[in-house]
């Protein structure tokens, strides 16, 4: 094996990772291992670089469709996709690699490793870059190796010159026709930014609705909504991927029979994976799930001992808030081996930056029948707010769940815009164990701010 050289810690990924090294190992020898562009997935080709895309797109979608709509005759004189990808992308490389320039630096002790980590022992990693490398050791060791784009195998997809999430924002021209593949968070955000740049797009699913794992209501009213923007192909399996010049031709089989769709771009957003399968996890004593999540218990250890995960490589929400919550509790534990700290995640919100946009945390309605719950529904709809009259809303609403027997909040749903900032109320009453009644009656609702679609549903709760 040669020569091995042992750290203190080693850290597998420089996305939420990278916020390790730092107070919590003062004094201690740190290795940082990164095999791709420094910073992770939400920084490079995530969470931050998709919405400093969308953010114009709405404008432009705005400008287009909501001004005529409310007499004000406005309009798009043109899209300058290369310098929307360049504002982006200029600020986005600049901190990536400032932040690889320091741990280069290794001011804080910590050194940088590039290269890809697997596991050859207990505690050891061999690190190479496909002509050689180095083993190196540590007492423990963090995997916080993020996730990658599924692709599924489909005939003739890998000659098709096909984008998935990495690759698509930094389109230099916009797109005539973009063919999604896939009805999830990524392909409902890519298509309301193309879409709303100017691009034809056509939306193709499995399942028959789109972002099938919310709260059927939700699911329900995107797809309605998207149906009007996009030519959306439901229940659809493809089984053929060709291109041919400047077009890509997919056939796609639906109920109602076989169709081909033909577009100039295709951007593949089947979902994503952990990023583990280079790991050899099984040399190092850590288990995987069937999906290939590296198994944790609540402090966010492995089942191998002195080895942590957290993040994308381990946790059923590939969110980044969750991430750097874990990261905050590995941090902790790392150096309070007698006092550990549980990561939390009985309440967790998440939000899709789509037309319209989406937010939702906890049970949908189903998960509440399956699990036999006795539950309450409060819904209101922005048309019945004085602010949704204002924009003439025909779609947001929001619905909250709650404990039939003591009001308390079990789930929330909201589609509509500014959705992503609405369901905080509802997050903190979960988060605390509040009444439906109490959070709608102990506090003041500004009228008529857009808010009172929230007051209002957890009234309606009863």
């Known amino acids: 094996m040669g020569a091995v050289q042992h750290f203190d810690l080693i850290v597998i990924g420089s996305g939420s ?61 043109g899209v300058r996709l290369r310098d929307i990808r360049d504002r982006i992308f200029g600020r986005i490389d600049a901190l990536s690699m400032a932040g690889e320039q320091q741990r280069r ?21 061999h690190v190479g870059d496909g002509s050689g490398g180095a083993t190196i050791s540590a007492d423990q060791i963090v995997i916080a190796t993020g996730s990658t784009p599924t692709i599924p195998d489909l005939d003739g997809l890998a000659e098709s010159r096909y984008h ?43 399942s028959d609705l789109l972002l099938r794992g919310h709260d059927d209501a939700i699911s329900t009213a995107y797809t309605r909504a998207a149906q009007k923007q996009y030519d959306v192909v439901l229940n659809a399996r493809t089984t053929r991927v060709r291109r041919v010049g400047e077009t890509v031709t997919l056939d796609v089989r639906t109920p109602e029979g076989d169709r081909q769709v033909r577009g100039h771009t295709l951007l593949v957003a089947t979902g994503r994976a952990p990023a583990t399968d280079r790991l050899e996890c099984s040399a190092g004593g850590v288990e995987r799930d069937t999906g290939g999540r590296v198994v944790v218990d609540a402090f966010q250890r492995t089942t191998a001992a002195g080895v942590w995960a957290l993040g994308d490589a381990c946790s059923r929400w590939m969110l980044k808030h969750v991430a750097n919550e874990q990261a905050r509790v590995v941090a ?16 967790v919100p998440h939000a899709v930056f789509a037309s319209p946009e989406i937010a939702s945390v906890g049970a949908t309605e189903s998960d509440l029948r399956e699990s036999g719950t006795d539950y309450a529904v409060g819904t209101h709809r922005y048309a019945d707010t004085a602010y949704g009259w204002a924009m003439e809303d025909e779609i947001g609403f929001c619905k909250v769940l709650a404990d039939r027997g003591t009001g308390v909040l079990l789930g929330a749903h909201i589609v509509g815009a500014h959705a992503s900032l609405l369901i905080q109320p509802l997050v903190q009453a979960m988060s605390l164990g509040r009444p439906a009644q109490q959070t709608a009656r102990e506090q003041y609702w500004i009228h008529p701010a857009l808010s009172e679609v929230v007051e209002n549903a957890l009234l309606a709760v009863g």
């Open 164 to 206: 998935t999430s990495d690759t698509v924002m930094r389109l230099p021209e916009l797109p005539k026709h973009l063919v999604v593949l896939g009805s999830g968070y990524v392909a409902a955000e890519m298509a309301h930014a193309f879409a709303g740049y100017g691009s034809e797009v056509t939306i193709i699913a499995r």
């Open 17 to 77: 990772g990278n916020t390790l090294p730092g107070p919590a190992t003062e004094g201690m020898s740190v290795a940082l291992v990164e095999d791709g562009v420094f910073g992770g997935t939400c920084l490079n080709v995530g969470c931050i670089p998709s919405k400093m895309l969308i953010y114009p797109a709405r404008i432009a979608d705005s400008a287009r469709h909501e001004g005529p709509r409310l007499g004000v005759d406005s309009r798009v004189g």
């Open 105 to 125: 630096d290794g001011e804080d002790g910590t050194t940088l490793i590039h290269g890809t980590a697997r596991f050859v022992g207990p505690r050891t990693l």
């Open 332 to 347: 902790h534990n790392l150096g309070h081996p007698d006092d550990l700290a549980r990561a939390e995640d009985r309440v």
